[in-house]
């Protein structure tokens, strides 16, 4: 097969840089024809994805993590190309959660579903933010889960991965403020006094945080979870159940499912759809059905 591999050398702290020879070797070995695009700045990814001939393609496999995954997506969405090849997913960031919900847990599951050959559909959903059109398969967050991202990115920058992302929540549960929030979901309007929403289409965010234990990623239908405004006691003591999912029986958090969202806040909140800090509300997003293949290993 012939196999364009988009890597980001510095996703998950350097570990992109320095698996991506061994992943090149072992697809190689496979007998595969890999063609290497290496990325240098932010939203590289999405021009070479986008000026790629896709008829010439195989599968487009992204070795990264969320973020280079978001931007792999948007470049094929952008293609002029009618046919869009499968997309497989070495995940070597950070956080890595979208993949999870195609079985994929580490570099070996990535390199298995590329050689299987076996692609399923995922639907893809569109946003847009300041009159721009962009696309996601994870989830996106406004609120204090887009603040906590704000906050720890310095400090991801610095090495502490992980850490950082729990000391950015520490720091925002400190000066949590509530915001209001107009949902209009398939032509019927929601107003909460609310915390945080997230708009779903898998099941993990952050690497190991089950945000929407419900989500079916080719289902047509999206999950959008709100938390309604809630005092920093009580958010500190539910915040560990999301890591089980068990945070939905939680009655400040609301779920809606849906095709098509209009979300309004005020303030505006910054939005972090795959867990980059990226877009402001008001925003709109619709659930495209199927639109991407994945190479998976369920
Ligand atoms: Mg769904």
Redesign the pocket.
């Known amino acids: 097969m012939k196999i364009q591999l988009i890597f980001n050398p510095h996703a998950g702290r350097g570990r992109g840089m320095k698996a991506y020879p061994e992943i090149r070797k072992r697809l190689q070995e496979a007998g595969h024809d890999v063609i290497p695009h290496r990325t240098i700045y932010r939203f590289h990814a999405t021009e070479i994805v986008k000026s790629l001939n896709l008829y010439e393609t195989d599968v487009i496999l992204s070795v990264g993590g969320d973020g280079t995954l978001f931007e792999v997506i948007n470049g094929l969405m952008n293609n002029p190309g009618k046919k869009i090849p499968p997309l497989g997913v070495i995940p070597v960031g950070t956080g890595n959660s979208f993949v999870k919900d195609l079985k994929i847990f580490n570099m070996d599951d990535g390199i298995k579903a590329v050689n299987r050959n076996i692609s399923r559909p995922v639907?893809v959903i569109s946003f847009t933010t300041e009159n721009s059109l962009y696309y996601f398969v994870n989830n996106l967050g406004f609120g204090f889960v887009a603040d906590v991202s704000v906050t720890s990115e310095p400090m991801k920058k610095r090495g502490l991965g992980m850490t950082a992302y729990a000391m950015g929540v520490l720091v925002e549960i400190s000066r949590l403020k509530s915001h209001k929030l107009v949902l209009e979901i398939d032509g019927t309007t929601y107003e909460h006094d609310s915390n945080f929403c997230y708009l779903?289409?898998?099941i993990w965010v952050a690497g190991n945080m089950m945000i929407s234990p419900e989500?079916?990623?080719?289902?047509?239908?999206?999950?959008i979870i709100v938390l309604n405004s809630i005092s920093r006691k009580e958010l500190l003591k539910t915040f560990p159940k999301v890591f089980k999912g068990t945070h939905l029986s939680h009655p400040n958090v609301i779920e809606y499912?849906g095709k098509h969202v209009k979300a309004t806040t005020i303030p505006e909140k910054f939005c972090n759809p795959e867990g980059e800090i990226f877009g402001v509300t008001p925003l709109e997003a619709k659930?495209l059905p199927s639109a991407l293949q994945f190479c998976t290993l369920e």
Request: net charge negative.
């Open positions: 639907d779903c289409n898998s989500s079916i990623v080719d289902d047509g239908e999206m999950e499912r659930v």
